[in-house]
């Protein structure tokens, strides 16, 4: 009988052990929220690169954008795959789309920190040189400081472990960016 009880509890001592080792981290508000709105960020971020990649002039903006292409693209990738791990919809572009509610701070798609309004995307699509790279640099500053606020907040609060690290090295690419852009305006020419 003694065997029988003790082979029980190692039975159901090894099925809790596999169950923990197994079960996924919690995905909660935060991380959904985060996820869905930085998508959005993200995307709008790929289309100043690329207007700028159309545009500009300077070599090292260039290279900035095409950073931001790459960077980018792979973070949207890294989400993608926690959505889709985790049951998350991504739900279609609305402007009006309610944001920002998993930090408190409810706002819509349009005003979240960061979004660079429609008319400055076609002053960039239009711009042409170095009038481009100075407003390309000038909006993702903007851009990357909107993100790395969302960004630090979930690296601070998200459950999951991988998205919280995702979150961290967002927010730290992003202020790290946000000075190296500043060091190009500083040398490139007055609006002409």
Do not use: C, K
Request: hydrophobic share 45%.
């Amino acid at each position: 009988m003694l065997l029988v009880v003790a082979l029980a509890w190692l039975a159901a001592a090894a099925g809790y052990l596999v169950g923990v080792r197994t079960s996924e981290p919690a995905f909660g508000a935060v991380d959904r929220g985060f996820v869905v709105d930085m998508s959005d960020h993200h995307d709008q971020a790929v289309l100043l690169a690329q207007h700028e990649l159309a545009n500009g002039s300077d070599p090292v903006a260039l290279d900035f954008a095409r950073e931001v292409l790459l960077l980018q693209r792979s973070e949207l990738g890294e989400m993608a795959m926690l959505m889709a791990q985790n049951g998350v919809a991504r739900p279609d572009l609305d402007l009006e789309r309610p944001t920002m509610g998993w930090m408190s701070m409810s706002s819509t798609l349009a005003t979240m920190p960061g979004w660079v309004d429609a008319a400055d995307v076609e002053a960039l699509r239009t711009r042409s040189g170095t009038d481009a790279d100075r407003l390309f640099l000038t909006l993702m500053q903007q851009h990357h400081l909107g993100g790395a606020h969302m960004s630090e907040y979930a690296a601070d609060r998200a459950e999951s472990p991988e998205l919280r690290a995702l979150a961290a090295r967002m927010a730290r690419n992003q202020r790290i960016e946000v000075r190296e852009y500043q060091s190009v305006l500083d040398r490139l020419p007055p609006w002409s």
